[in-house]
Structures are given as C-alpha cells and as structure tokens.
C-alpha cells in the first residue's frame, strides 16, 4: 500500500477556524530557491546559440523541434513560438543538427562567437509538401507537431492537434477529446458531450485545464467541467496526461486533459487570417421530431485573425491574436422511458412508460485575444483573454407518462391485468393508473465564462522564470427564467394495453376503459413550478516556476514553483410553486405535434405553459394558487456559498544521460474549505401554520441556523518517470505517479438530518480527504517516418479513500458552544470519512500515420486508430468486493479509428467512435433494478474541395446512422430508456489568406 503522506489538519467538520497559513508546506520550495538564486549568481557568461526553426511551407515556427551540438551533447527544444536557446556553448566552429517530425533534418556547421549571443534560423521543410499545391499542409503539420510533443514529453501523455479530424459537427473542443485514447464521452439527452470518464474514472475526478491551469465547472458546486460551450478553433493542441509530474495539477484520477492555446510569435509571416462559415441542417430524408423539422438550417461561423508587430525598436516582437465564433447548434431528441417488474425473471409487466420530445436551439458566442510581446531576447510578456457566453432561450420538452401500481389483480388498487406476457402489458383503470403529460419550456440557460491570463518568461542564462495570474469565472443563469415553467396536466382511472410486439421502440399503445385520454376536457392540472437558478464559480490562481540547468556535462535540470489558487462557488435559486384551484380543464395546445403521435398515432393532448403564466405570475390568479412557505423556504435552502483555497509547491529533478531520461519530485498541497448554508430547525413548522403565516414560519424554521464549517487537509505526492530510447524511433516509457480526486465542493457545504428515533444527526464533513490513486505505467512507442507512431501501454491504479458515509464520528457535547446552538446534546454525529480501495488496470493500444510514402493514390491515405480495454476490483468504500460490471459508471472498452484520404483538391474522411456496453446503477440486493447501457458506436463522415489555397468547400456529417442512446434493466429486451437524436449535415467554407 502507498503512503501519500496525507494529513488531515481539521477532522471535526464543527471546529470553525483556519489552522495556521499553507506557506508551512512550503519550505522545501523555499530552500531550493534559495539553491537556484546562488547557482545563477555564480554562472559564468558563457556564449549561448539562438534562433528560431520554422516550416516553410506551412510558415509556422514551430515548436518541440530538437536542436542538437552532438560533439557536445547539448540538446535544446524550441518553445511554443519556434524558439530555441542552447547555453553554455564554446566560442568556435560547431556543427548543429535540426530535426522535427515530418521534415527533412538540416545539419550545418555554425560559428559561435566567445562570450556572445549568436542567432542562427532553421528553415524545414520536406518533399511532401511540393508534391501539390492545394494540399492542406496545415492538418498535416498539426499531427506532426502533436506527435512531436508526444515524443518529446518527459511523462506519459497523448496528444492531438485540434485539426486532427477535420471539421467536427459543433466545432467544439469535448469532440476532440472523445477521440484520445482511454476517454469516453458521457452523453447528455441532446447528445453533447457533458463530462468525461478517463481510463474508467467518471467525470469529477478528472480535470480540464486551459494552458495549464483549471477551468471553471458548469454546475458550480460539482467539479466536472464541461468543454462542449467552448470551440476548438481557439485552441492548437489538446493534451491527455496520464502520470501526473510535480509542476502540473495533480488533481485528477484518471487524467488531465489541457487545452493549450497558440502564441501569435509562432508564424512566420506577417498577418494572417482565417475563416469558416457553415450551415448546419437537418435533411427531410433523416427522421427528425416534428419540432426540429420546423427549424431545420442553422448558421456558424469562426473567423481567426494573427499579425506581428515591431514595436520599440523590436523586429517581430509583438504578436497577436483574435478568434470570433458564432454557433446555433439545433438539437431535436425523441426519448422513451420504461420501467419493468422488478425481477429478472420472465416475463415481467410494463407498469410505467414514457415518451419525450425535445427541442432546443444552443446558441454560442466566443471571443478570444492573445498577444504575446518579447520584450528582449531573454524575457517575455503574454496575456490571453476568453469570452464564451452559451445560451439557451427556446428548449422545450413535452412528456407523456402512463404508469399504474406495480399490483397484478382484478380489483381494489391492482393495476396490472393478469396475463401478461413479455411483449403485452394491460392495465385496468384503476384509481392509481394514471397518464401525466408534463410540458417544459421555455428553458432559459446562460453561461457566460470569462478568463484573463497575464504571463511573463525569462531567461538568465541557465535560469529559466516564469510566472501568471489568471482569473476565471462562469456565471450561469438557467430555470424558467420570467417565461416559462413545468406544467402538469393529468387524467386517471384510465386503462391501455401496451403491445410491443412489432415495434419495441414504438409500441402500439391503445386505450381500453376510462374517461377518453385523447380529449383535453378530461385532463385537470395539477401544478405549475418556475425558478430562477443563479451559480457563480471564480477560480483566482497565480503561480511560478524556476527552471535551473546545471553546469555539468550531460542535461540536468532543478526545478521548482508555487501556487496558490482560490476557488469560490454559490448558487442561489428563487423558486415558485402553484397549485391549481379551477375546476375545468385548461385549453390545449393543437398545433404541437409529437413524434410519438407521428409514429404510433397516439394523440395524447399538449399543453404550452406560456398560455397560462408570463412574469411568474398566473395569467387567471383565480386558477392557482401559490405555496408562499415553498417561495419563503428557498431563500434560505437554495442559497449556499463555498471557498476553498490551495497552496501547493513543488520540487523536481529531470536530466537525461545518454539514450535514458528521468524525471523525479514531489508536489504538496495544502487544501483549506469554508462553507456557509442554513438547515432547517430541530423542530420544523406545521403544514397548517405554513398556510397560515408563510413568512414567519420560514423565519422559524431556518433564520437562526446558519451554519459555517471549515476544514482542511494537506497531502504529498511524488512520482518518478523515466524513459529510454531502445532505437532512434524506439522509445520505452516506465513511469510511478501520484495524484488525487477532490470530493464535490457541495461534500463541503452544512448539512443535517436528524433522526429523533435513533438520537443521531448526519452531517457533512468538509474536511473529507480526496480519493487518492498511485498510477504505474509502462508503454512502448514505435515512431516512423513521414508522420506516424504506434504505441502499446499497460497501467495499474491503485485508488484509496473512498467516500463512506454514516461514520460515527462522536457524541456531540453540551452547552451553547457544542456547534449546533445548543441542540442536540448526547446524539451521535454521523458523518462521511475516507475508506476502502479498488484497483483499475488496463491495455492502450495508439496508431495512427500518414502513408505519403505509398505511390500514385494511395498516398493521399491516412488512417488511426485506438483501443482502450480496463477492469476493475475492490471493495470501493463498502463491505463487500465489487468487480467490472457491478460498479456503476465504469465503462470498460472504448475506441476510435479514422480512415482519410486526399487526392489533389478532394479529400474526405470517416470517423468512428465506440464506447462499449457498462453498468450505469447497481444495487446488489435487487438485480432486477439494474441498470446498462448498450453499446454505443457512432459514425461521421465529411469531404471536402479545395478551390484554391484561400477557398474550401466541405460537407461533413453527424451521426451519419442516427445511433440511439439505449439502455436496458437486467435483461436485455427490456429496454429501458431509448433515445434518438438526428441525423445533421453541415455545409461550409474556409480558408486561410
């Protein structure tokens, strides 16, 4: 078992004080400071080489070329804007070799004068490239370059350019990292991309970063961060790190994966600009909801603009950068929902069945600007700015559910008929057999994400600073917003006969007694609900790193940085429910038609809540009436804030001797949570006297238990990586790292029920530890020539500290100080603690190249491909052992392959994405309730032509065989919930002046 060196500072979740600051955990960092200030104090001016190495077709610097002095042994890398600087060189005549991955080497003899700076460029280029003029250089560079990170990565990580596969459906930066290896997308309702599960890690124990430093969440008060608002075209590269090195964030279980932005310095002419314009539609001849077909063509666009400046004398010194997009991303989605017996034996009754239609149009406005200016040939100045607002005014959702009681007879409350079969189910009209048809809409969603990034570099001689301050924040506002709301509208004592027998995915369903459910006089409403949700989510952050090379014969490096981020989170709602007082039905609305009615012609009445409510007010006050203690309630309950603060340093070594590299060091960080809440009074108010005085039994019940907790944790993590190039096109990878899953920032939020019975009260506990993983990877890379690699990698986790909860954690005290006012005296504290181990182990298998080499034809071919196979044991926080397929969210096998091909101004490409069947809910006592997901494998398809250099014309499409999302309960023909999104085509053109 692995020592983590966790120590939890605060264990009681009641003490309501901060220990003593984080710098404590720092002194490490400090010492070794004070090393590098004395080493750059004593090195000697010795001469340094200098320069930038570009391609010269594409004009791009680029970066991660490897610039050599092989009589010496010095190797240098160049930095993101094409830059390479070699140290400590010898005044003399030198022969230098350049090589990059794709391009012709260039070896030359260079003479470096004594004591000086002398710049030489390096121009690349390779056959490839002259063999057509309208080939797209630009994609194939992208993968070069990917693979050259790739290569020279000093830790286990893959990475992607984001043009790897052409022009994806949304332009959107979660599209691309679906397609890493290990990575399967987890699918909202609309199909998008919501979280990520990496290596069988679910979304929340990952982490997305941006140029290194966390994004902001969605949920405010989860830590899943979702990409799909933000567009790939604003980014260069996507990376998916996998053993976690000292001086990156070690907060993820299963992966990291960093969205790395471009340096306007890395081109080699002087403007340049870029453009895309599409029209995303959904084609008459592809099944689409009867709402979507009504709004079938939509508009996006990006326009890129880049120029470099000479300022203050400088020659090319200022660059920067502007992004805009514009997206309507229109979905249309058909769900049907079933529940069975709870049994897995057969056959088992239908007792609860659903269909749902969506509509929603999600509209998304990006801006991004980055300028990076070098100030002098030794320092750097950068800032980046993001703005992404996401919004969403037009969803709409109507459901139907026909449910009954899960009794089988002919009389009293049994709603099933007996007789049933696997394929038949019939209901009798019981009081309980009921039909609701649920309208929702129109939704309102706004995320608007800001981020600021200012950075600096230096370079003094053999010392290498760096450091930023960044700010992000998202502000979401979503709900009903002023519009719309969920309405309910319901009719009982109906009976039907459900009839799969030709359609399993729609069924004949008809009506057979009770009142006619086709007829909207029969309905009654029930209630009306409307909210406003607010959540603020700000991460300030600011860090540095100081880089020292050693004077010493061979490449070794000490380095070492600190940082300090604070993360703050509230969400706030303002929530109104009402309950109908009228005795007649409400109006239908005809003209909304369903794709359930289409396809089974079952014509069940809809309703448009905006025909009986607008400002959040009844348009007949006399039908409704309001619950004000629900209204007075909520602005306590739904209004809760959280911050937590970290303060990390870290110390690491990395040299490389002879074909052999190692990196090693350790990162500690100190967490520190402070939360605030109310919860609801020991003893609560009557039903009767909430009617009566809504406002003071609020007050009552929560204005005087406002509770703030404090906790805090600090944990160590090392890790060791080591490599060695076994051929020149070889290379082996071993590596050892540790890292860590924060628990939701909601763990640490006050909490409390209390059950008088038992005389205990369960409490959250913000000083919760994080999960923890110790990771060992082994891979084997084969790198060949022009632009391809093929990898094979085996990984074993080890994960500890489980989140249990229930954990006696005392007898709370006596007296006003016992941190409950008073309450509670001689109860037991229950609360959730840190337990149990699983181990996750798997294969990777990477390929992927472009086969230029081939004659004729077949050189235009390019094709990868990934496989990702895990299991898992142990007894994950419980008191028995679990396995593979009984541990929810788990998904076992993913994939991907992509086949391309260009021949002279035509290209075109197939995308496949597999993500096999696994366990979404397991409950071991009742496996009738489980609950999978099949298989899930969708297909994109895209061509394009290029007219000329500055002019392409494509045509891409998305889920080409309109793939379901479907899950099952137990038994595979009992499906469980289906749902249909569409086919789309999108229409385009871009180019590049």
């Not at 600007?369 to 996401?390: F, G, H």
Request: charged fraction near 20%; proline fraction near 5%; aromatic fraction near 10%.
């Amino acid at each position: 078992m692995t020592d983590f060196l966790i120590q939890p500072d605060n264990p009681s979740p009641n003490v309501n004080h901060y220990s003593a600051r984080s710098l404590r955990c720092l002194r490490p960092l400090f010492c070794y400071l004070s090393l590098f200030c004395v080493l750059s104090l004593s090195a000697a001016h010795a001469a340094t080489l200098t320069g930038n190495v570009s391609n010269v077709a594409t004009r791009n610097l680029l970066e991660g070329a490897r610039v050599e002095v092989p009589a010496l042994g010095l190797t240098a890398l160049t930095d993101n804007t094409g830059r390479y600087v070699l140290a400590a060189i010898p005044a003399g005549a030198h022969e230098v070799v350049v090589t990059y991955v794709g391009l012709d080497s260039v070896r030359t003899t260079v003479i470096v004068a004594d004591s000086a700076s002398t710049t030489r460029d390096f121009d690349l280029t390779s056959v490839v490239y002259k063999l057509d003029a309208f080939k797209v250089t630009g994609e194939r560079e992208g993968g070069a370059a990917a693979i050259t990170a790739q290569r020279n990565a000093e830790n286990v990580k893959n990475i992607v350019a984001m043009d790897s596969f052409g022009n994806l459906p949304n332009m959107n930066a979660a599209e691309v990292a679906i397609r890493l290896p290990g990575v399967a997308g987890n699918l909202s309702d609309e199909n998008l991309v919501d979280g990520f599960t990496i290596r069988g890690i679910r979304p929340g124990l990952n982490t997305v970063t941006l140029d290194g430093s966390p994004l902001t969440s969605q949920g405010a008060l989860n830590r899943a961060t979702n990409m799909n608002n933000l567009t790939g075209a604003m980014f260069d590269q996507m990376e998916l790190t996998k053993g976690h090195t000292p001086d990156k964030e070690a907060g993820s279980i299963g992966g990291t994966i960093n969205l790395k932005s471009r340096s306007p310095l890395s081109m080699s002419e002087r403007r340049r600009l870029t453009y895309s314009a599409g029209v995303r539609y959904a084609p008459p001849f592809t099944e689409q909801t009867p709402t979507r077909e009504k709004h079938r063509a939509h508009p996006l666009f990006n326009i890129g603009w880049q120029e470099l400046f000479d300022v203050n004398g400088g020659e090319r010194n200022l660059g920067v950068s502007l992004n805009v997009f514009y997206s309507e991303n229109a979905v249309g989605g058909f769900r049907t929902t079933r529940d069975f017996e709870n049994t897995t034996a057969q056959p088992a009754y239908l007792w609860d069945y659903r269909t749902w239609d969506n509509y929603n149009n999600r509209k998304q406005a990006s801006v991004s600007l980055k300028a990076d200016y070098r100030l002098s040939p030794s320092t750097k100045l950068s800032i980046n700015t993001v703005a992404s607002d996401a919004i969403e005014t037009f969803r709409r959702q109507y459901e139907t559910r026909a449910f009954t009681t899960q009794q089988v007879g002919t009389t009293g409350t049994a709603g099933i008929l007996p007789g049933y079969t696997d394929q038949i189910t019939q209901v009798r009209a019981a009081a309980g057999s009921t039909i609701d048809q649920t309208s929702t809409g129109p939704g309102n969603f706004h995320n608007r994400m800001r981020r600021l990034d200012l950075g600096a570099e230096h370079v003094f001689g053999a010392l290498q600073v760096d450091y930023n301050a960044i700010y992000t924040q998202s502000n979401i506002n979503g709900g009903g917003g002023g519009r719309g709301g969920i309405l309910v509208n319901r009719i009982t004592a109906v009976g039907w006969r459900l009839d799969r027998t030709d359609s399993d995915l729609h069924p004949r369903f008809t009506q057979t007694e009770g009142p006619d459910f086709t007829n909207p006089a029969n309905y009654r409403p029930t209630t009306y609900n409307n909210s406003i949700l607010q959540n603020d989510d700000q991460i300030k952050e600011v860090r540095a790193n100081l880089r020292y090379t050693l004077p010493v014969s061979f490449p070794l490096s000490l380095k070492s940085g600190a940082v300090w981020r604070e993360h703050y989170a509230n969400a706030e709602s303002v929530a109104r429910r009402w309950n109908y007082a009228g005795t007649t039905a409400l109006p239908a609305d005809p003209s909304i038609i369903t794709f359930d009615s289409v396809k089974t012609g079952r014509r069940i009445p809809q309703w448009e809540p905006v025909q009986f409510f607008a400002d959040r007010q009844p348009v007949t006050p006399a039908l409704w009436r309001e619950d004000l203690y629900f209204f007075e309630q909520n602005k306590y309950t739904a209004n809760r804030a959280v911050t937590e603060t970290v303060t990390a340093g870290y110390a690491m070594a990395s040299g490389r001797f002879g074909r052999t590299g190692l990196v090693a060091g350790v990162r500690t960080e100190r967490t520190e949570t402070s939360s605030w809440g109310w919860v609801r009074t020991r003893t609560g108010s009557t039903v009767a006297q909430q009617t009566a005085d809504p406002v003071g039994s609020a007050t009552r019940d929560y204005a005087g238990t406002r509770r703030d907790l404090s906790g805090s944790y600090t944990k160590s993590f090392p890790s060791a990586h080591l490599t060695h190039d076994l051929t020149s096109n070889l290379k082996a990878r071993l590596s050892w790292s540790t890292s860590f899953g924060r628990p939701p920032l909601n763990n640490a939020l006050p909490n409390e029920t209390i059950s008088e019975a038992n005389q205990t009260l369960t409490v959250n506990n913000p000083s919760l530890l994080p999960q923890t993983a110790a990771t060992w990877d082994a891979t084997l890379e084969y790198y060949f020539e022009p632009v391809g690699t093929l990898s094979v990698g085996w990984f074993n986790k080890t994960i500890e500290d489980y989140i249990v909860t229930g954990t006696n954690a005392g007898t709370i005290g006596t007296g006003s100080d016992n941190g409950y006012n008073g309450e509670y005296p001689g109860f037991t504290r229950l609360t959730s603690s840190n337990a149990g181990t699983a181990k996750v182990q798997g294969w990777e298998f990477n390929y992927q190249q472009q086969f230029t080499f081939l004659p004729g034809l077949f050189k235009g071919f390019g094709a990868s491909a990934n496989y990702t196979l895990v299991s898992t044991s142990g007894d994950f926080g419980g008191t028995t052992s679990r396995s593979t397929n009984e541990v929810p969210g788990f998904i076992p096998r993913t994939g991907n392959a992509t086949l391309s091909w260009r021949y002279r101004k035509f290209s075109t490409r197939v995308l496949y994405n597999f993500t096999g069947s696994y366990i979404t809910a397991f409950t071991a006592a009742t496996p009738g309730r489980n609950l999978y997901r099949f298989d899930y494998a969708s297909v994109n398809a895209g061509m394009a032509y290029q007219i000329r250099p500055d002019v392409q014309l494509t045509l891409d499409a998305a889920n080409l065989t309109n793939e379901p999302q479907a899950f099952y309960r137990s038994v595979r023909s009992q499906m469980q919930n289906t749902i249909l999104n569409g086919t789309t085509l999108t229409f385009g053109v871009n180019g590049r002046f």
